[in-house]
């Protein structure tokens, strides 16, 4: 089954604690995206990648870090988490950066 | 230039009524998406469109481009309580990657 996995699906962290959410996709898309959701702020990209080795920020970079090691693979790094990272979190891939994307189930991280 | 606006942000209704969204921009679109997030869900592609004018039909979803390629319409017909969710418009403006609109929180009532 074509699909995007992330995990955890749910995490409540202190501030400061590194974590990383990891993404996974077996459509064999070149282009993955990470989004977080905010009420009333509908989805904003947080970083995104061509290919493997290309990341590029995207709307609402600042506090992450990401890495494409793999095609499959696309893991958001929360290197010093704070308060206002607390968030639902989106990983997306799709063909192209103009193609449908595919999301994953999503991430409610809680950062007290 | 590169905003999508979405309205309305939050509709509530009563089941069997007919439903209007839309998406609009400054910026020219060659691509508009419609999205349905289920609670607790990622968002899920309803229709694509790809021409100024398409008017595409998804079941009891009609989405149409817009002649000027600026802006997009849903609509959902006879609604019922399973059409609860989120419903974003989403393209690549010209030249760009893609933007998302803020959604509209689509509650229906029994």
């Known amino acids: 089954e074509a699909q995007v996995t992330q995990n955890p699906r749910y995490l409540i962290t202190v501030t400061g604690k590194k974590l990383t959410v990891t993404c996974s996709q077996n459509?064999?898309?070149?282009?993955m995206s990470w989004y977080r959701q905010d009420p009333g702020l509908g989805l904003r990209q947080i970083y995104y990648?061509?290919?493997?080795?290309?990341?590029d920020k995207g709307d609402v970079p600042e506090g992450y870090k990401v890495s494409r090691k793999e095609k499959r693979n696309f893991p958001l790094i929360l290197e010093s988490p704070s308060p206002n990272q607390t968030s639902l979190y989106f990983c997306?891939?799709?063909?192209?950066?103009?193609?449908?994307?595919?999301f994953g189930p999503g991430t409610r991280l809680t950062v007290l | 230039g590169q905003q999508l606006n979405q309205s309305p942000q939050s509709m509530f209704i009563q089941e069997g009524e007919d439903v209007s969204m839309n998406c609009t921009s400054s910026?020219?679109?060659?691509?508009w998406l419609w999205y349905k997030q289920d609670p607790g869900e990622g968002p899920v592609l309803l229709i694509a469109?790809?021409?100024?004018?398409e008017l595409t039909s998804n079941g009891r979803l009609t989405a149409q481009f817009g002649i000027t390629r600026k802006d997009s319409f849903l609509n959902i017909s006879a609604s019922i309580p399973s059409d609860v969710g989120i419903y974003f418009c989403?393209?690549?403006?010209?030249?760009?990657?893609?933007?998302f609109g803020a959604g509209t929180r689509l509650t229906v009532k029994p």
């Open positions: 997306a891939s799709s063909a192209g950066s103009h193609n449908e994307q595919f």
């Open positions: 459509m064999n898309h070149e282009y």
């Open positions: 990648s061509m290919n493997v080795e290309v990341t």
């Open positions: 910026s020219i679109f060659n691509t």
């Open positions: 469109l790809y021409k100024a004018g």
């Open positions: 989403a393209g690549p403006p010209l030249g760009n990657d893609m933007r």
